[in-house]
């Protein structure tokens, strides 16, 4: 999956369109980034990229790019 | 074997809910939970009533013989003594009958299970009566609204005996105390006893935690789950020397249907095959699984000689299997 893929992807997780999906943007600014948006992406990167995320590792990220990041290995070039 | 779950009267409906928080719809709360309504208990109502009634229905047109007393909950009535010692005078069971309770949440029926059938295979125990019960609803603040909307109280009652036909096999039992603080009450026990001595916080969402109450990391909860259920329910099937394709029934700890539907695609389980049973009752900790199984049989779903696996996983953390033949 491209990282292009992968925002998308999350937007439609989190109801928003993937165009204000900007990499430095904050993810407490969604509402939709409460515990059941954490849940949801928990899912889409569990069934999307089959890559665990470590405890604790996304309630750390702040941005949508620290979420990429997150996946950054599991992501085609 | 026989099971019969008790819920409270009283019924917490996401209308309700839904008036509470304004930011939420009571069909937004389904969607999201997959529950309408949990039964919470009253003021005054404990975990033990909830169990002493499962237990007064099981023992309708029957002997009351138990020589063994096992009671699952993580909301005594006292810190002392063991709920289930109150029990067992309260349900007039002989005093030949041991009786101990076990502090386990969402893995407790299967330890129980475990415990019990270890007991009748031991030759320890002849008829091991398997309480589960819990009041969770008085440990949420009530302005956590996330975990309000999950869990409801209830009771269960299940009766084992070498004679009842149900067989039980394939074990697989784990821990693992890393995750403690993602789903506890911190203040109220030996550690922290005064609740005032620990800050009370309010998260992004706007659900408050104070220490004396019910705090759930959902989203970590659920990445545990991710690694451990199928790591589980493999190890189950491997040690039964059964494929999935051999078990005609799957049951999980019922948390909540976001997750359920999740680990069901993620392990290729057939819809037809898995019990979703939390719409009308909640997430009930321990008495999930018990109330899942008795809806299954009074509902034809689940028939003599059937396999199901059965899979409780959750608060400690804390996880266990089994196939039950039934």
Redesign the interface.
């Known amino acids: 999956m491209t990282k292009t893929k992968f925002i998308e992807k999350l937007g439609a997780e989190l109801g928003i369109p993937p165009a204000t999906l900007l990499e430095e943007a904050p993810l ?1 600014t969604f509402k939709a ?4 948006g ?3 992406v ?2 889409m990167i ?2 999307e990229l089959g890559c ?2 470590p ?2 590792a ?2 750390k990220c702040k941005t949508v790019g620290d979420l990429v990041t997150l996946v950054g290995s599991k992501l085609e070039s | 074997m026989k099971i019969v779950g008790h819920l409270p009267l009283n019924i917490l409906g996401n209308d309700e809910l839904a008036r509470l928080y304004p930011d939420w719809t009571a069909e937004k709360i389904f969607e ?1 939970t997959g529950i309408r309504e949990r039964h919470v208990v009253l003021e005054g109502e404990c975990a033990s009533d909830l169990a002493f009634a499962a237990a007064e229905r099981l023992f309708v047109g029957r002997a009351r013989e138990a020589d063994y007393l096992l009671f699952c909950t993580q909301t005594p009535d006292y810190l002392l003594p063991t709920t289930a010692c109150v029990l067992q005078h309260r349900l007039g069971l002989p005093t030949t009958c041991a009786a101990l309770d076990f502090n386990l949440g969402c893995s407790g029926y299967i330890y129980g299970l475990s415990l019990a059938n270890s007991l009748l295979q031991s030759g320890a125990a002849q008829r091991v009566l398997l309480l589960t019960a819990d009041t969770y609803s008085r440990l949420i603040h009530p302005q956590d609204k ?1 975990t309000r909307t999950i869990f409801g109280d209830a009771g269960t009652a299940t009766l084992l005996s070498k004679e009842s036909g149900a067989r039980l096999h394939s074990f697989v039992l784990g821990s693992d105390g ?2 403690a603080d993602q789903l506890m009450v911190k203040a109220g026990g030996a550690r922290f006893p005064q609740p005032n001595d620990l800050p009370t916080t309010t998260d ?2 706007g659900n408050v935690h104070a220490p004396g109450c019910l705090y759930m ?4 909860i ?3 789950t ?2 451990a259920v199928p790591k589980l329910v493999r190890e189950v099937l491997e040690k039964a020397k059964l494929s999935l394709d051999e078990v005609d029934l799957v049951v999980f700890h019922q948390a909540n249907a ?2 359920l539907e ?1 680990l069901r ?2 392990l290729g389980i057939a819809p037809e095959k898995f019990v979703l049973h939390l719409e009308l009752c909640g997430n009930t900790v321990s008495s999930t699984i018990p109330l899942a199984l008795e809806n299954a049989i009074t509902t034809g779903r689940l028939k003599p000689g059937m396999k199901v696996l059965l899979a409780g996983f959750g608060v400690g953390y804390s996880w266990g299997g089994c196939i039950l033949e039934w």
């Not at chain 1, 980034?33 to 059941?36: A, E, F, T």
């Not at chain 2, 990391?217 to 970590?220: A, I, L, R, V, Y």
């Open positions: 407490n980034w409460d515990s059941m954490h849940m949801a928990l899912a569990d069934a665990e995320v405890p604790g996304l309630q | 999201k996330s890393s995750g992004d969402s990391n959902g989203p970590e659920f990445n545990f991710l690694k976001f997750m999740h695609r993620k």
